[in-house]
């Protein structure tokens, strides 16, 4: 080999040697990045999943209160709608009475006989009467009764009656009713004094 191809031999190993070195120096910087990369997201970690976390909570609340806020317009309207169409079951089964009413008035114009009047507005009062209770509404019995303010209203204080009828119900002006054991109108009596 001459001086020419000797030369060339070196030069092509000086060559490739810097490409080697190139290559492990690029090869060092990157691991050195990385490794400052891992070392800045492990600092940056906590932060990020804090910030992750929070805008997770915010999403789940923003959802939250939308449903809250859904739920709460759904039973404003739903309580309009009950207070509307709540006495709707009652007026139904009044509806058959009122027919009855109706039917008494019209053949009470054919009768003249006070006593079939009277019949047919028992029946229909009774029927009344039936219908109320199968909604809950009781009478309050003020017959020998002590007076309750609970139930009673006074409306007369009656004197010298004696000392066993102080204190009880002489008289109903008004009959009371309960619906559901809640008084709903209180029965106006006359006391003993």
Not at 91 to 110: F, H, Q, W, Y
Not at 169 to 180: E, F, P, R, S
Request: hydrophobic share 35%; net charge negative.
């Amino acid at each position: 080999m001459d001086e020419k191809e000797l030369n060339e031999e070196e030069q092509l190993t000086d060559e490739v040697a810097e490409e080697q070195t190139a290559d492990e120096m690029a090869v060092a910087e990157n691991e050195v990045s990385v490794e400052e990369t891992e070392d800045t997201a492990e600092a940056k970690d906590p932060l990020e999943l804090a910030n992750e976390q929070a805008a997770e909570w915010k999403t789940k609340y923003a959802y939250l209160a939308a449903e809250f806020d859904n739920y709460r317009k759904r039973t404003i309207k739903e309580r309009a709608e009950l207070i509307l169409n709540g006495g709707e079951k009652v007026i139904s089964t009044l509806l058959p009475v009122l027919d009855d009413m109706e039917r008494a008035i019209k053949n009470g114009e054919s009768t003249e006989d006070p006593a079939v009047l009277r019949e047919g507005m028992e029946l229909i009062y009774h029927k009344l009467v039936k219908v109320l209770e199968g909604h809950g509404v009781q009478k309050i019995e003020t017959e020998n009764a002590d007076f309750d303010t609970d139930i009673h209203e006074a409306v007369a204080m009656v004197p010298g009656m004696g000392d066993d009828k102080k204190g009880k119900v002489i008289d109903c002006l008004a009959t009371g009713y309960k619906l559901n054991d809640k008084v709903i109108r209180h029965a106006k009596v006359a006391v003993g004094q």
